[in-house]
């Protein structure tokens, strides 16, 4: 039997001494962008390239385009005055905390306020957005939940005004896992239908493949869509039947809701997209190395913007929520 080989931790203390100075991490992020190909012009793709000594903010200047640029330039760094030290600490502690970081605790741990802490994770999970791009390998999970206050939580007069049961009031996420791979991906959906849930496993899932799932009317179909379907049955006590089961993507749920419930206590629907796809990264890359998962985070940054307006932004139509 093949042994798996044991994973590079790095510890909070070993990162500090690794990454002791803002010097070092500018360093450290130069590399992870320009890397042995050497520094260019962001703006125009130059190699001509110069080190202005006395201009901080924008610390080079491209000979050709003329424009000043620094590693943050177009990227989720842009604009940001964070300094990179505590950028770097942040991706750390978010990239290793399996079930997450609050931003009061990111702000306590990295020495900012809670306002900035908050925008700054959000950049970070803006990262994970694309989640695996190729579609998932056979045989693969799909399972739904949903996201939100307990109805019978709410105040009487708010349960009277939506009224319905106990899916009220909460948003599904729908999630496919590869078995062979260990990937995931997952999406806030609505409405939960047999339109949006066979859509979900016909544009993440190899043509096909074989589709374990639950007893959800909305997967019947997926044999015409050149699938092979295999359903389970939880309404009547129906689990396991020979390979098929949904225990794989559930055990993502529960990290999920385990984040959900003792981390961050409440995801608004506006941004579970975020926060979900921060689970993914972070459970489609937990058997890297530490310093690889970093790695890929960074790398990741480079062409992706997330302003604070766009992110405090109204709720998009309920037709963009729709896959």
Known sequence: MKQRKKKEKVSF?????????????RLYFEEERWGKAGRYCPHCGSV???????????????????KYFSVRTNSVLAESRVPLHKW?????????????????????????TQKTAWFLAHRIRKVHEDQVQARLDSPVEADESYF?????????????????????GKTPVVGVKSRKTKKVK???????SSV???RMVKETVKEGSTVYTDHHMGYIGLKKKNYKHFPVNHSVGQYIKDQAHTNGVESFWSMLKRGYIG???????????????????RHNSRQEETMDQISSV?????GKRLTYKELTADLPPESKWVI
Not at 13 to 25: I, N, T, V
Not at 265 to 279: A, F
Request: charged content about 25%.
């Open 13 to 25: 203390y070993k990162l500090f001494q690794k990454f002791p100075d803002e010097q070092s991490a």
């Open 48 to 66: 001509r390239t110069s080190e202005i000594k006395n201009h901080k903010p924008m610390p080079y200047r491209c000979k050709d385009c003329r």
């Open 88 to 112: 770097l600490l942040a991706i750390f502690l978010i990239t290793t905390n399996l079930k997450g970081v609050s931003s009061y605790k990111l702000a306590r741990d990295i020495g900012v």
């Open 148 to 168: 939100g206050g307990k109805f019978e939580n709410m105040h009487a007069s708010r349960r009277m005004l939506m009224g319905g049961s106990g899916l009220t």
């Open 186 to 192: 997952a999406r806030v959906t609505k409405p939960v």
């Open 196 to 198: 949006t849930l066979q």
């Open 263 to 281: 981390v961050y206590h409440q995801m608004s629907e506006k941004h579970l997209q975020r926060y979900v796809d921060e689970y993914v990264g």
């Open 298 to 302: 960074v790398q990741s940054m480079l």
